[in-house]
């Protein structure tokens, strides 16, 4: 197959094909922002950048779930999905592709798939046996299962027992080739302890895995057996190759290779990992075709400390979030305050209370008291002086001159805590700064040049960190912005992706002397502890 390898100016990044069982929930939500915060800032660089997100919509699981509902199992997929483009919508997400895997042209993608693997004699039919669980369509191995026969993780769920035949994939035959893999990719798995996991169930040995079920209607027939349908994983993950076809293509895994392929980054809860990190790339190795180049399991959500579920009661509402606080700061709360990797948790009022603090006490009102100074000793306009007038040992500017190299790596190392307690560093020193400096008084003084120092240095230093921001917090950024005086809209994908305004604009004193300047507005309302979401 021919094979043209992407260059290094394309980004394709997956959140998982997400099951539709039931509406989206926080976790997805989750997952969902922050690859969509990195895909902004991989387009932020100048990369040509492809976001996929999805839906899984086959299996026995999403066949009684609909029948339990009354509905045919794709009237149940139509509606689910619909929920996740508002979610999605809501969130201000830019994803470029959603992959449905009921879509007719991912059926040819997985049967010439399928074939490939056939051919290479790594599928074979036998008999299986074991602990069946419907919520992660997959079997367990005894020893995984909790008392009285409970799944792990979904652990409200018995597991079931199955006697039946399946078609097998020869998983065993390449554990020697994905342990060579990972000694060769130590960055393939993160974060660390996620690659340590994998490491150690490939080393207890790997058992070949069934890839059909028998008796479930809803799914794809399999090609060389229709009494068998393909089983959910083996059609849900090349549901990330489907995407990557251009919507005119025809639907061949040659076109939809031809130009994203490898991902860059599949992003991923932990509960999927063995599938991303094992599965995934031993079925490529079958098909003779490159692996994707990074898979970054992510933690659980918990609230208020405890684990969320519905028979707890405890569930948290992703949209009703978004309705009474907006996407910024959902956004900026999962982001900042849980470290990408590990689990997190929420609670309403620690939400509530680092978003007055960060971006209304701290952020906000420092870009609205030093531009209503430059309006009011400045005519409105960002003083006379050059970013590169002011000496490298101003308090400022020594720090913004090293931030915006510190924030790209924390970015590439999906550190968004990091981004954001870095870009805070700058804007709590501002405020500090404006205390010392008592502008206010320099003007009483007629001190102009000093005074114009001031002001520019802390714009600019808002102006630094509003950029640096942005993928995570767009919306506040154009407004931040837009009060600087500039038109820049983050939410506009044609318009931002460039690399050299990226290098200019992420470098401190960018910001052009005499440009007019917007109204100050607030850019994030304080927000009062009242009723809570659940």
């Given amino acids: 197959m021919k094979n043209t390898y992407k260059t290094q100016d394309t980004f394709a990044i997956t959140t998982p094909l997400y099951y539709v069982n039931d509406l989206p929930h926080i976790g997805s939500a989750y997952t969902t922002i922050a690859a969509d915060t990195v895909a902004r800032f991989q387009r932020l660089q100048g990369k040509l950048v492809l976001m996929i997100t999805g839906t899984d919509e086959h299996g026995q699981k999403i066949q009684r779930t609909a029948q339990s509902k009354g509905r045919s199992p794709q009237e149940h997929c139509d509606l689910v999905v619909s929920g996740f483009e508002s979610l999605w919508q809501q969130l201000n997400i830019q994803y470029d592709r959603f992959s449905r895997t009921t879509a007719s042209n991912h059926e040819l993608i997985v049967k010439e798939f399928f074939q490939r693997v056939w051919d290479r004699g790594d599928i074979y039919l036998s008999q299986q046996q074991g602990w069946y669980c419907v919520a992660c369509e997959e079997f367990k191995e005894e020893r995984e299962l909790l008392e009285d026969k409970y799944c792990p993780i979904h652990t409200n769920q018995k597991v079931e027992w199955r006697d039946e035949q399946n078609y097998f994939f020869r998983l065993s035959k390449y554990q020697e080739n994905l342990q060579a893999f990972y000694q060769e990719k130590p960055n393939f798995i ?37 009494s068998h349908t393909i089983y959910v994983w083996f059609d849900a993950l090349l549901g990330y190759v489907t995407a990557l076809l251009d919507p005119d293509s025809e639907p061949t895994l040659e076109n939809a290779l031809s130009k994203w392929w490898p991902i860059n980054l599949h992003l991923i809860g932990k509960d999927i990992l063995r599938f991303h990190a094992v599965y995934w790339p031993a079925m490529l190795m079958s098909a003779d075709l490159p692996i994707s180049h990074h898979v970054f399991g992510h933690g659980f959500l918990t609230k208020d400390g405890k684990k969320m579920g519905k028979s707890l009661g405890n569930t948290l509402d992703p949209f009703e979030l978004l309705k009474k606080y907006g996407s910024d700061a959902v956004r900026y709360y999962f982001l900042k305050e849980i470290e990408f990797g590990v689990d997190g948790d929420f609670s309403e009022t ?34 006379d002086i050059h970013g590169e007038e002011i000496e490298i040992t101003h308090p400022l500017k020594a720090i913004g001159m090293s931030l915006g190299k510190q924030v790209i790596q924390a970015y590439s190392d999906l550190a968004f805590s990091q981004v954001c307690e870095a870009v805070l560093a700058l804007i709590r020193t501002g405020n500090k700064y404006i205390d010392e400096t008592a502008p206010w008084s320099l003007y009483k003084q007629g001190q102009l040049e000093a005074l114009a120092e001031v002001l520019y240095s802390v714009l600019e230093s808002v102006r630094l960190a509003s950029y640096l921001l942005s993928p995570i917090i767009p ?10 005086g500039f038109s820049n809209d983050f939410n506009d994908k044609s318009v931002i992706n460039s690399s050299e305004i990226f290098v200019k604009q992420a470098n401190w004193g960018a910001l052009p002397k005499n440009q007019i300047l917007g109204q100050p507005q607030p850019i994030f309302q304080r927000i009062e502890l009242a009723e809570t979401v659940s």
Avoid at 190 to 214: A, H, K, T, W, Y
Avoid at 376 to 382: E, N, P, S, T, V
Avoid at 475 to 484: C, E, K, P, T
């Fill in 475 to 484: 919306n506040i950024s154009n407004a931040i912005y837009q009060q600087l």
């Fill in 190 to 226: 993160q974060p660390e302890s996620r690659r340590n996991e994998v490491l150690n169930f490939v080393n207890q040995g790997l058992q070949d895995f069934s890839i059909s079920r028998v008796n479930v209607d809803w799914g794809f027939q399999l090609p060389v057996d229709p």
């Fill in 350 to 383: 620690r939400f509530i209370n680092v978003l007055n603090a960060d971006l209304a006490n701290d952020l906000g009102n420092l870009l609205n008291r030093t531009l209503k100074m430059a309006q009011k000793y400045f005519k409105g306009q960002i003083p």
